[in-house]
């Protein structure tokens, strides 16, 4: 049992066209670069990715905008995206956006077992256009459908060779959700160890959500954001 | 005339309880953070997944991978923790944070709340604001009492996409400190120099104003 | 603000006749023995208490029921305890067997603010009575209620003296999810550092979910079944 | 007659994949893990949160912290993981798990299994059975084909309290080897010099002997 590839470009090789693929992170922070550059090498088309965000112009999912390889997005916030935007004001791109929580807890759902959750959030929205709506001690909720996505692509700081992980800082964001969430999970990350060197109790996500695993490289890291203070 | 966003963040501060979780939006929310009292605990939660937001790095110490929800690095303080998206907006939704603050672009007197669209314009998404509006036990929106125009952004009724329904408990704008329950907006507090007619005229929802207001003093 | 009491009795004095407490561990493992220890002696009474075993007759919540203080247990496994036995028969004590996965969601979906879960666990069975079956996907689920408890009382390895909390080992079991679902929780640890002595990324429950913590003293961690092999 | 529980376990041994997830029962299946093959990586599931279950401590090692959900102590091996038991049961009811091998007092040609209550006995509970076997993708039963009256424990509907419904997949008892589908059960593997007339007379629900029955061979 092997779960070891060699590099971003066999962790996804059997990503055909259409597939529903997850992809961690937050902004820029804790994506899989190496993946999402290959999935830009392989020329794969028309995907529905699931991610909170849709990276930038040059960076991130953007990247895969860039080649018009994505046919569908689901997030909860497409941010600033010149190249999005154009798309899908073109009719090229489907967007559906849905709340951050939902988002998390509709791949926690899926980690789980569970078809569905409940969550307060979008009640009286347009969000809750067409889903059930449930009253529990006198509060709303609207009913949630687990995710049912083909692939799962996550970034970690540490992993060992049966496919534990471990994040770092805020890197971790939806990262451990997705890895849960997808029928095949591939995960890159920074530092692959031999198995026995992660502590037992300071790993997040189990090798069993795991079916891939390559140490990544040349992570760019790149900051949305860069924010400081005067010394 | 009215408060400064400062202002209006330093008044909001004084509604911080020592103890309190407390996430802040984008925006004046964020300027809080600069007012809590000195020996008041009050930890800062940021959805992405962080307890105990710290502040920005000093130049050249930035961490890719330690950012907020506005993807700005931040730094740690002792006690932080991260968690994952699932149980960051699980504590939410449990209730667990005892004090939202976001911003706004419309609230009506029943509480409604809009914020993350505007027909015409391209949609950025929601992020997190549903969740937070539909979830928090308590939420007060800073704002700016009227729009560009001087058109009220206090409204009988929201025109804009609505985030969230009947969640919204306070209100500190430019011009006043507002409670939102009855259906109807209740007068609390008037910025420095703002008198009660002035707050009236740019209040387009339904204005409850019983006995005298006091001025907000800095 | 300080979470921090003296000890079990200070931790638990608020804890009235009636109360509805969640008590972690799994068998004896994890089980919070200062806390049962100071309900004994504080001699309250009608509990209902919400915990994945019983205890043994002479050891964990088999103390409490000694003095008959529970009123009811809500376990998915009550193993041999013949106390327990005899008071179930004499109908002294009333007993709701749930499974233990259904145990630890309807804990999990209290911690995450989701009124309700679906789960298949007990579908055609007797634990299906009187529930909502639902189906999805063409398999049925039975909607499972989020637990509502006054208190929830926790054993961890090691925590700060904000209340984030760090599990060691298989006695982590039900205690994070428990911490997450109590409407007040108390923690006891084997060790109370300063804030800032725990790593971020190693943190199981973190402090908003904790409103009391206490160094624990004397554990006896007693081992149910002791099995060795040879050497 | 029959096979002993270990050669039941054996059997059931051979039914293992190189990279499966497995979680074994209390009883016969917890034997199972002797008869793994070496170099198979084989991980045990233990539902009160651990994957990569070893074996028993040595004497005078055994750690009150670290148990199987039979509460006896245990060890890990290297590429364990501890988690709590929300996630134990998640990764039971997503299917993650390859393999769930239990005990049974009764399974019925549906495929229903009754294994945790006896009326007029004291309950234990059912502890994580139900959501095993409503969970797995794949559920071997270790039993006994008859009781120890020699009735048949493979019937035609269970008349015990039910644990699941249309769940068994496959049966190792200590005279066949038998598959559950389509509402019988159908007859696979004979145990050693056991006849195939031997198991019809055992078995009360309705059993499909198609062709040659090979002997199980050890």
């Known amino acids: ?231 | 005339m009215g408060m400064t966003k400062e202002q209006i963040a330093q008044r909001i501060a004084r509604e911080l309880r020592d103890g309190y979780y407390v996430n802040l939006g984008i925006g004046i929310p964020t300027l809080v953070a600069n007012y809590i009292p000195s020996g008041m605990s009050v930890v800062l939660q940021s959805e992405n997944g962080l307890l105990g937001m710290g502040p920005f790095p000093f130049d050249g110490e930035e961490d890719a991978d330690l950012i907020n929800a506005g993807k700005q690095t931040i730094t740690t303080l002792p006690g932080s923790v991260f968690f994952d998206s699932a149980m960051s907006f699980g504590m939410i939704r449990a209730g667990k944070v005892d004090l939202t603050v976001l911003g706004a672009m419309e609230v009506s007197q029943d509480g409604d709340i809009a914020n993350w669209k505007i027909p015409g314009k391209m949609v950025k998404g929601m992020g997190g604001a549903m969740d937070l509006v539909a979830s928090a036990r308590n939420i007060i929106v800073a704002m700016m009492h009227t729009n560009p125009k001087g058109e009220s952004k206090l409204l009988p009724a929201c025109q804009l996409p609505l985030t969230g329904i009947r969640c919204v408990k306070r209100i500190v704008s430019d011009l006043a400190v507002l409670d939102v329950h009855d259906g109807v907006f209740h007068l609390l507090e008037r910025a420095p120099g703002v008198s009660v007619d002035y707050i009236k005229e740019r209040t387009a929802g339904t204005l409850v104003v019983q006995g005298e207001i006091p001025e907000i003093i800095f």
Chains 1, 3 share one sequence.
């Open chain 1, 1 to 231: 049992m092997n779960k070891v590839v060699l590099g971003a470009d066999q962790a996804i090789s059997d990503i055909e066209d259409g597939a529903v693929i997850m992809l961690g992170g937050f902004g820029l922070c804790g994506i899989p670069e190496n993946c999402i550059a290959a999935l830009v090498r392989k020329k794969v088309k028309h995907l529905t990715c699931i991610s909170n965000n849709a990276g930038v112009d040059d960076f991130g999912i953007g990247l895969m905008l860039q080649q018009r390889q994505v046919k569908k997005m689901i997030s909860s916030y497409v941010g600033e995206n010149a190249e999005f935007e154009r798309q899908l004001l073109s009719g090229e791109l489907e967007v559906e956006l849905i709340p951050q929580g939902t988002l998390a807890t509709r791949c926690l759902a899926a980690g789980y077992g569970m078809p569905a959750i409940y969550t307060p959030a979008g009640v009286g929205t347009e969000v809750a256009a067409g889903k059930e709506v449930r009253t529990f001690n006198g509060k709303e909720f609207l009913m949630e459908m687990a995710f049912n996505a083909d692939f799962a692509i996550v970034k970690a700081w540490r992993g060992d060779t049966q496919g534990n992980l471990i994040f770092r800082a805020t890197s971790r964001n939806f990262n451990p959700l997705m890895a849960m969430a997808g029928k095949l999970t591939i995960a890159e990350v920074e530092e692959l160890v031999p198995v026995g060197e992660l502590d037992p109790d300071h790993i997040h996500t189990p090798g069993i959500y795991v079916h891939r695993i390559f140490k990544g490289s040349n992570y760019e890291k790149r900051i949305e954001q860069r924010t400081t203070r005067i010394r």
